[in-house]
Nanobody, 122 residues
Framework: QVHPVESGGGLVQPGGSLRLSCAAA????????IGWFRQAPGKEREGVSC????????DYAASVKGRFTISRDNAKNTVYLQMNSLKPEDTAVYYC???????????????WGQGTHVTVSA
């Protein structure tokens, strides 16, 4: 099993930046695709970005492409989501999850973290 833990959320002004981290203990973490998802109040959970175990494949939602960058350090069992040019509509709880496929569909992911809150507001 993999138990991802997110960190790095907080309050930021529009146009600002945050870097989220997703970490998990154990060798198994390196084998999984790691995805970032978010859920705003009253909305369904949506895929934001994902990265393969090999680091060769990434994917981004259209709404964040060009603003967010996903990266991975397998030596540290950590995946990062660098979020730049943040907008109020990026406000949500952000989750990371581990799964077998490069996908932005939440149903493809088996192991989920508890989430970290991101608020973009002046």
């Amino acid at each position: 099993q993999v138990h991802p833990v997110e960190s790095g959320g907080g309050l930021v002004q529009p146009g600002g930046s945050l870097r989220l981290s997703c970490a998990a203990a154990g060798f198994a973490f390196k084998r999984y695709v790691i995805g970032w998802f978010r859920q705003a109040p009253g909305k369904e959970r949506e895929g934001v970005s994902c990265i393969s175990a090999s680091l060769l494949s990434t994917d981004y939602a259209a709404s964040v492409k060009g603003r967010f960058t996903i990266s991975r350090d397998n030596a540290k069992n950590t995946v990062y989501l660098q979020m730049n040019s943040l907008k109020p509509e990026d406000t949500a709880v952000y989750y990371c999850a581990a799964g077998p496929l490069v996908s932005l569909w939440p149903d493809e992911y088996k192991y989920w973290g508890q989430g970290t809150h991101v608020t973009v507001s002046a």
